[in-house]
């Protein structure tokens, strides 16, 4: 079972999750203080990658616009796997520029579960990503993920049945709920912001270790 932590800030918190059982580690390039939690900048960015190297895989959350934006951006980092949840989202077209021009790293496109009409979304997505990702939707936050609740998990495992890429289930899992999830659902992986960070005055601020390594040792099991 695959386990992917985010939203990473440091070099220092990367490692720390990494030695704690992080198989992947994603990064959020955006605004500081902006609408999405945990960003940081592309300089930023490009110290964690460096740091982390192959030890984990390499996952880029791009929130730009347009897709020569998100295009540069992953030119300039060279993730592993770029994440599109928020101001962009692929297309077929767009799946052929990034495996043109940046060959090797994958496409994870998002897909909010918000009701049956999502099995159609993942099952169109499929046909152009690499790799799928289920999330919340939150009211706050633009795009999908970040919301720290789950979804339907019944949806969620008819989109596994339906779809032939890999699937990493997100959307409010931590410690004491990924078991079920994962006896629900059987994806590929699991994905853990909110319920593995600290948060302080409602924000989330850092990585707590501990519940990323409880997170990533009851994964592993399976």
Known sequence: MITQIYSIQTAEEALACIDAGADRIGLLVGVAGGKFPCAITQEEAKAVFD???????????SVEYTADAVLAQTKALMPDVLHLCANFEGSPAFAERLRKE??????????????????????????????????????????????GVTNDWNID????????VPVILAGGLGPENVAD????????????????????????????IPRVRAFCEIAHRY
């Open 51 to 61: 740091a982390i190297g192959d030890k984990a895989v390499k996952v880029l959350i």
């Open 102 to 147: 940046i060959p090797g790293v994958k496409l994870m496109e998002a897909v909010g579960i918000t009701g049956r009409a999502s099995i159609e979304e993942a099952k169109q997505k499929a046909e152009y990503a690499d790799i799928l990702i289920l999330d919340s939707v939150s009211t706050t936050v633009p795009g999908v993920g970040a919301a």
């Open 181 to 208: 999830a994962i006896e629900a659902v059987h994806p590929d992986g699991v994905d853990s912001l909110t319920k593995t960070s600290d948060k302080e005055n409602g924000i989330l601020v850092r990585k707590n």
């Open 157 to 164: 495992r008819e989109i596994v049945e339906s779809v032939n």
